[in-house]
């Protein structure tokens, strides 16, 4: 038979999981019926054990439900429905304590999207330590103390060593400046963590904080981030033995300090039945139908750990397990939703969205035309023509690259593939843009390699004729995909009009906006069989039209056009002819009037001999507007018109290129002074 302390933690447990209020008359019956009767107890000569906050030499294992069993050993389980950032709070405001710290736990695999930017107000938290050197360490909100910190798990996901991680701090505390948004551009952000449980990395330094500390801390976050396996590393263990008990302030109830001065087990039980079913554990009057917090269990220097598994929502109810002789307690509190990716995969492969370890990703080239589709889920489409992206896939998910078409057909599931999908039949037709990203960040210095570095050739940035453009996308709950394309830095700047550089050079983007909207987006009729350019290479004597015509407008068209060949013939005679030829597959029934002296009929096939007639316009020495507006009138083409949310899109594009400019000349400009005064600097030496 077991021992007294194998009932009370089994009622303990019972309790500690009875939270739904519906149900709490059922939850007092399963409670006496769990704990065998006193009178059945004696005659079974139980050995006398302490039940002192000391602990128990004793194994004795805490009795699972159901659901934890199958979740240990079978890797499947019921996952609980995700609270609300109202009920954490309101489990909060149930503490005993008057010092509380808040955790808030963030997933490294997808920083900063399982942030809560605005959690300080949700929670009616105390605020952070400003910039100012006279700000105060500790604020006092309606008598208690709400701290908060951040702590990054998972750290290993963002490097393979310690040192890298570490290196890459500033970037992450203005990431999470950014995230957060206004309230933190004058917070000190002293207070965040970059951790990894699984290595250990600064693991031990959040032990020694939350010792110190004392008083609650509340583990708070989205799921999956990463709570329970961070509460097994960073809980204080074995820390009772070197507290003074008589300076504590007690913050536990007056109940457990009863049952941890009775020496017979048996009375402790019996104590523990009438306590509970008497509803003796709340305080100022509360009823189990009143608490949201459950009653913190007797402290051991080795307690039972929270369980940890990748299945969302393992954690059910509050944790709450005592350190140092009522010094504090630690509370890992239940996941908030994180995103609806899971929704849509098979049950058989729900784990296999979770990242375990850091993957060894393979470069992947996707040319113009293709697409990379992962897992059957994310489909990355790069539309800039004539560029060929590289990308890097962070994810547990299997890769695939094929033709845009093949690749959309087997996104929708309209058609079958050998390749794994994970996805759920029959949600192809929900699957829609999830937005588009530009390549805005500039790491052509790390991507160089021996080119730029000091200890081999030492080129700086703007000596290199090409320039690296990245960006990463952030897949919620799985991970990343670092997207990598490399420009020529003729094409990107030194463009004499500003307007010119803008409409024509935007940043490599995914469902490039400028090519939907803009000069040139218009649906030509049925009729219209394919379209040719003649011109020039160089812009000189009348060609500069037509090439503006091919490098602006002309994607345009065939992106609203698919269907319709475009080709472009450029010569080297500088004095010849600039045409842009329309081919039909039949007569127009009604005659276009458009002007004469521009457009004439013409026998050059070119490649679309006996299609119908042809037409042409003669481009030389004319501007880009006039150019498309002779097209549209003659061709009866509709122009596009977009939206106001594309509209917006666009301007923010564009204004995000005018701030990058306004940044590199601000730069440019603060580099030259210090070169400046560095010279002076180095005269005035001299001279002396």
Request: with cysteine; charged share 20%; aromatic share 6%.
């Amino acid at each position: 038979m077991a021992s007294a302390e194998y009932f009370t933690i089994l009622k303990i447990s019972i309790f500690h999981h009875s939270l739904i209020r519906e149900q709490s008359q059922t939850v007092k019956a399963a409670i006496s019926k769990s704990v065998m009767p006193l009178a059945r107890l004696r005659p079974l000569r139980i050995e006398r054990i302490s039940l002192s906050a000391q602990g128990t030499t004793g194994d004795h294992s805490v009795p699972v439900c159901d659901r934890c069993h199958h979740i240990l050993h079978h890797l499947n389980g019921v996952s609980v429905a995700h609270p609300t950032i109202r009920s954490l709070r309101n489990i909060i405001s149930e503490s005993p304590h008057k010092y509380n710290h808040i955790y808030h736990v963030i997933d490294a695999a997808d920083f900063p999207l399982s942030l809560i930017p605005s959690i300080q107000r949700l929670l009616s938290l105390t605020p952070q330590r400003s910039h100012n050197r006279r700000a105060r360490t500790t604020y006092f909100h309606h008598g208690r103390v709400m701290d908060i910190s951040f702590i990054i798990t998972r750290s290993d996901l963002l490097a393979p060593r310690k040192e890298q991680v570490d290196s890459l701090m500033p970037c992450i505390l203005q990431i999470l400046r950014d995230t957060l948004g206004h309230s933190a551009a004058k917070v000190r952000l002293g207070n965040v963590h970059c951790v990894s449980a699984k290595r250990g990395w600064w693991t031990s330094q959040v032990k020694e904080e939350i010792y110190e500390r004392g008083g609650a801390g509340w583990m708070v976050g989205k799921v999956n981030v990463g709570k329970s396996n961070l509460f097994e590393s960073v809980f204080p263990k074995g820390r009772t033995s070197d507290v003074n008990t008589s300076t504590l302030r007690h913050t536990v109830e007056p109940g457990i300090q009863q049952k941890q001065s009775l020496s017979d087990p048996i009375e402790v039980t019996a104590q523990l039945d009438r306590q509970q079913c008497s509803g003796a554990w709340f305080d100022d009057g509360q009823t189990l139908q009143e608490s949201h917090l459950p009653p913190a269990p007797l402290e051991r220097p080795f307690p039972v750990l929270p369980l940890v598994s990748s299945l969302p929502g393992t954690t059910a109810s509050p944790i709450r397990l005592p350190f140092g002789n009522g010094k504090g307690e630690l509370i890992d509190l239940p996941g908030l939703g994180r995103g609806e990716l899971e929704a849509y995969v098979k049950e058989e492969h729900k784990q296999d969205l979770v990242m375990r370890s850091r993957p060894k990703p393979k470069q992947i080239s996707i040319k113009y035309g293709q697409s990379l589709l992962l897992g059957g889920l994310v489909r990355i489409t790069p539309l800039t023509p004539d560029l060929n992206v590289l990308a890097y896939p962070f994810v547990p998910l299997e890769s695939h690259v094929a033709s845009t078409e093949g690749v959309i057909a087997i996104h929708t599931q309209r058609e079958a593939s050998t390749t794994l999908s994970i996805a759920k039949p029959g949600i192809g037709n929900r699957m829609a843009s999830a937005g588009r990203f530009p390549l805005k960040y500039d790491v052509t210095k790390q991507r160089a390699g021996p080119l730029t570095s000091k200890a081999a050739v030492g080129l700086t940035t703007n000596a290199l004729p090409f320039l690296v453009f990245s960006t990463d996308v952030l897949i919620e709950g799985c991970g990343w995909v670092e997207l990598v394309a490399q420009v020529r830095r003729k094409d990107f700047v030194g463009h004499a009009d500003a307007g010119a550089f803008l409409d024509d050079k935007p940043y490599p983007q995914f469902e490039l906006l400028d090519i939907r909207i803009g000069p040139g987006a218009a649906r030509l009729p049925k009729e219209v069989k394919g379209i040719q350019l003649d011109f020039a290479h160089k812009y000189n004597d009348g060609h500069f039209g037509a090439r503006k015509v091919w490098r602006s407008y002309l994607p345009r068209l065939k992106y609203h056009n698919p269907a319709v060949s475009m080709t472009v013939n450029r010569h080297t005679n500088q004095a010849g002819p600039s045409t842009l030829t329309i081919y039909y597959s039949h007569v127009p029934a009604a005659p276009s009037s458009a002007p004469q002296p521009s457009i004439g009929l013409s026998t050059k096939a070119s490649g679309h001999e006996g299609e119908g007639r042809i037409e042409t316009i003669d481009m030389k020495h004319k501007h880009e507007s006039e150019i498309l507006h002779m097209l549209t009138k003659l061709t009866g083409a509709v122009p596009y018109e977009p939206s106001q949310e594309e509209v917006a899109d666009l301007e923010e594009v564009k204004e995000n290129v005018r701030r990058s400019r306004r940044d590199s000349e601000r730069q440019a400009g603060l580099n030259e002074t210090k070169r400046r005064e560095a010279a002076l600097l180095e005269q005035a030496r001299g001279s002396t």
